[in-house]
């Protein structure tokens, strides 16, 4: 190798070695000022699961039931749950208000069939009932929340004739199941057995962790005949649920509790 050849490869080298060092130094600087460049002040849209909302947080059936128990406890007192009218309307996923009379329809005869109601009761429609659109929201944590609809026999028809008829109900609006009634019936307590309706609607809500809740309350219930059952809530949690009867009136509740 002669001189001149060694000097020229000193110079490549050292070429080499300079550009190197600069994109070491400089590169990640201009490579971020030219994807800013591509990128300031224009709209990229990127597509997510679930479509326009992104991540949504699911309650289990549970869940949900505890949440409603404890915003319906909290009704007439201040407190971390509250149950309020929801004005906004119900959202794509959950029932609608023309559709709600016939969807409680839809559930009140599967309690018939799955013998949660002794028997059918009369046809729940709007012009004899009223419905309101309820949120059941957890204040310290929001993404526990659901919406429910109360539909209830309206007041406005005075003197109605109530036997056969569901008075109260509250249907989850996104699943439809009715996780609280009160109905009038033809039977008696006597003909009722609390376990197995216990058992068939805790299949329909698709619940677990059912056990029987004992108390030496007797003040507990406005009526002798009742029977109290608890299910797992969130954490160590539950929610009590109660079959009971008030006799002279024949009317059978199901309903939920803190």
């Not at 591509?38 to 992104?54: D, Y």
């Not at 009722?192 to 029987?212: K, V």
């Amino acid at each position: 190798m002669n001189k001149g050849q060694g000097k020229w490869k000193a110079i490549i080298f050292a070429a080499a070695s300079a550009a190197v060092l600069a994109v070491a130094l400089w590169g990640p600087e201009l490579l971020a000022g030219y994807r800013d460049g591509g990128v300031l002040n224009k709209v990229a849209a990127e597509q997510v699961e679930g479509g326009e909302e992104g991540y949504r947080y699911t309650l289990g059936s549970n869940e949900r039931l505890y949440v409603l128990s404890m915003c319906m406890n909290s009704r007439d007192q201040q407190g971390s749950y509250a149950l309020v009218v929801n004005r906004q309307g119900p959202s794509e996923k959950e029932i609608t208000e023309e559709a709600v009379y016939g969807e409680c329809m839809n559930q009140l005869r599967e309690l018939a069939d799955r013998g949660i109601l002794p028997e059918m009761v009369r046809d729940v429609t709007e012009d004899s009932y009223q419905a309101v659109l309820y949120s059941a929201i957890d204040v310290l944590d929001p993404r526990n929340s659901l919406s429910v609809w109360k539909i209830s026999l309206s007041t406005d028809i005075k003197n109605a004739d109530k036997s056969g008829r569901m008075l109260d109900a509250y249907m989850d609006a996104e699943t439809g199941h009715i996780c609280e009634f009160y109905a009038r019936t033809g039977s008696t307590w006597e003909q009722i057995d609390p376990d197995r309706m216990m058992e068939a609607w805790s299949a329909y809500q698709g619940l677990s962790g059912r056990s029987e809740f004992d108390s030496d309350n007797p003040l507990l219930e406005n009526t002798p005949y009742y029977k109290k059952y608890r299910f797992a809530g969130i954490g160590e949690e539950s929610t009590v649920v109660t079959v009971g009867f008030y006799e002279g009136i024949n009317e059978l509740f199901l309903k939920i509790s803190k």
